[in-house]
């Protein structure tokens, strides 16, 4: 007898809030196949070239890439959630306009010698994520879609089990001489959420909600001044192996 075994992929559920009702109808989370470039849509899977004495070719292209369908099938896209406007200059910093939203930034001294040559910028991100398992995301530009954008996004690994922020870190390369400007159109994408696991798939739910219910989802991840977001992660391991189990009726903890 033979037995064939069929792997099945885990679903895990990304739930995403966000309290802007723009937010929430014109730009919700999406899978990245919703975002492929323009460019990539109007290409033939394959081309027939001619070299100079004549002989004909076949070459595939992008749309055959497994690398970049990969990345879009696997991923999640935030697209821009406001016009976003910058006025980057050589000496003055930077100034920004966003139709709804804020930015921030982050002293030099926070990174020391890095990327001492960019300015820094926060895009305060609406949304919150929130995924019970812990499995971690690779959060990377959608580069793809930024071709004629003169900054660099950094990527980074997260997991929204105790920490739920989506913000965008930017680095913006300081003019030398002439200051540039540039505009992020609201809805154009910005960054890919990618499961680190690939037998995972993620089912996305996007949820309009108000103050209180962000306040209770996010609350205050900085318990610690020394360590970070690392105690956090400390602190649940810990808890794990005390095998603390909760009341499923929120009426305290049963030990």
Request: proline letters at 5%; aromatic letters at 14%.
């Amino acid at each position: 007898l033979m037995f064939t075994i069929f792997s099945r992929k885990k679903t895990i559920t990304l739930e995403c809030f966000t309290t802007s009702d723009l937010t929430y109808k014109l730009t919700p989370i999406v899978k990245s196949t919703q975002n492929f470039p323009d460019w990539f849509k109007k290409l033939e899977d394959s081309k027939i070239e001619k070299d100079e004495k004549g002989f004909l070719s076949s070459k595939l292209t992008m749309k055959r890439c497994y690398g970049f369908l990969e990345l879009y099938k696997k991923s999640i896209t935030m697209e821009s959630w406001a016009d976003i406007k910058y006025e980057v200059t050589p000496k003055d910093g930077y100034k920004y306009l966003f139709t709804h939203g804020n930015a921030e930034e982050h002293n030099q001294i926070q990174r020391g010698e890095g990327f001492k040559n960019y300015y820094h910028t926060k895009l305060l991100s609406p949304w919150y994520f929130r995924e019970k398992t812990g499995i971690y995301f690779m959060m990377s530009p959608h580069v793809w879609n930024l071709e004629d954008y003169y900054f660099i996004i950094p990527s980074g690994l997260l997991n929204f089990d105790l920490q739920h922020g989506t913000n965008v870190n930017i680095f913006l390369p300081k003019p030398k001489k002439e200051t540039y400007e540039f505009l992020i159109p609201n809805g154009h994408p910005l960054v890919h959420f990618t499961p680190l696991d690939h037998n995972i798939k993620v089912k996305i739910k996007n949820y309009l909600v108000d103050e209180s219910e962000i306040k209770k989802i996010n609350g205050n991840t900085r318990i610690s001044y020394i360590r970070g977001f690392n105690s956090l992660l400390d602190l649940k391991k810990r808890n794990e192996n005390r095998n603390i189990k909760k009341c499923p009726f929120n009426f305290g903890d049963k030990i």
